[in-house]
């Protein structure tokens, strides 16, 4: 017993519009039972547009789902055209918020020092940062997983003092195992977790690594959930296309059940 409460988090991804975010909200809400919500935290990860009416719907109905964003900018607000304040998420009651996902890194450039710096705009506004870590093919290829992890973790965590710290949910996503089917083995995510905790140990206290949750992503169905999440260090899974599929996405929270 790690006394760590397990989390299982759908990153919807530019998937589903505001009424289909209703409907999927709804869905997982009436499929999981009182003492499925308590057991697992379940939270959903609505593109931007989505989240007013996801608010609506869980406050209305006192829903047992938590919920919060994919991204948001560093700076609290200014002449940044397109771009969402942590203020903006944490008045529309987000609790968490994607930083540093593999897509964002690749397909927006961003590097350790701006992950760093949305990690830190998270805290500030009270919002937990899912910090998302993990190496591509070569680097897995070449054996370097762990070291290269521990590298982007450390740089996303600079300066993060031992108080906010435990605020924070490390997601171990190797980018290989992104919807590619290819899911890591228990073993491999393991390795790299266990890791992750050993050093947050080593940054800040044992007590609080133990209780900072890690959860895995890539490829995670209903049918590989249970044999993950076994694992000592695993805490859950940051979920992708398995997300937007209501069923798939209770079974993942029931998991695999
Ligand atoms: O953030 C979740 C993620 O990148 C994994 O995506 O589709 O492989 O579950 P998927």
């Known amino acids: 017993e790690t006394g760590r409460r397990p989390l299982m988090a759908g990153n919807w991804k530019m998937n589903l519009n505001h009424l289909e975010a209703i409907a999927l909200v709804q869905k997982l809400a009436f499929s999981l039972t009182e003492q499925q919500l308590n057991d697992v935290e379940v939270v959903v990860l609505p593109p931007f547009v989505d989240i007013r009416s996801v608010q609506t719907l869980v406050d209305g109905d ?20 397109g771009d969402i304040s942590g203020g903006m998420l944490a008045k ?33 506004n009270g919002i937990a940062p899912i910090l998302c870590v993990g190496e591509g093919l070569e680097v897995r290829e070449a054996g370097e997983h762990v070291g290269y992890t521990l590298a982007q973790l450390d740089a996303g965590l600079e300066k993060v003092k031992t108080d906010e ?93």
Do not use: M
């Open 62 to 81: 006192k829903l047992l789902i938590g919920y919060g964003a994919q991204d948001l900018s560093p700076h609290p607000s200014g002449a940044y055209t």
């Open 92 to 124: 529309l009651g987000c609790q968490y918020v994607v930083v540093g996902h593999s897509e964002r890194r690749q397909y927006h450039r961003e590097d350790d020092a701006l992950v760093n710096a949305k990690v830190k705009a998270a805290l500030a």
């Open 165 to 257: 710290v435990e605020k924070i949910v490390i997601a171990y996503e190797p980018v290989w195992a992104i919807g590619t089917g290819k899911v890591a083995t228990p073993q491999d995510a393991q390795e790299v977790i266990g890791a992750i905790r050993t050093r947050l140990a080593e940054k800040y206290t044992g007590g609080t690594a133990d209780r900072i949750r890690i959860l895995y992503g890539g490829s995670v169905k209903h049918d590989n959930v249970a044999a993950i999440i076994e694992q000592p260090d695993i805490d859950g899974a940051l979920v992708g296309g398995a997300s937007i599929d209501a069923e798939g996405f209770v079974r993942i929270c029931r998991l695999g059940k």
